[in-house]
């Protein structure tokens, strides 16, 4: 059985991050903007766990569904 590493907690919020982006339709400028409001960086690699949950949040609260 695979743990949760925080490694393994930043992967997977880094791959919903990239869905939410493709399920918003949000353009290069639109989804950086949002990176840099949301999680203080224009990229998901400069992100720790907590700025990456906060962008996730932000996804959600603009209408991004996780399943």
């Known amino acids: ?5 925080p490694a393994n907690a930043r992967q997977r919020l880094i791959k919903l991050i990239h869905v939410g982006r493709r399920e918003l339709c949000l353009d290069e400028p639109t989804y950086r903007t949002m990176l840099a409001s949301a999680g203080k960086a224009d990229s998901t690699s400069a992100m ?5 949950m906060a962008v ?9 569904k996780i399943r």
């Open 1 to 5: 059985m695979a743990t949760k590493t």
């Open 48 to 52: 720790g766990v907590p700025a990456l």
């Open 56 to 64: 996730l949040e932000r996804m959600k609260a603009t209408g991004f």
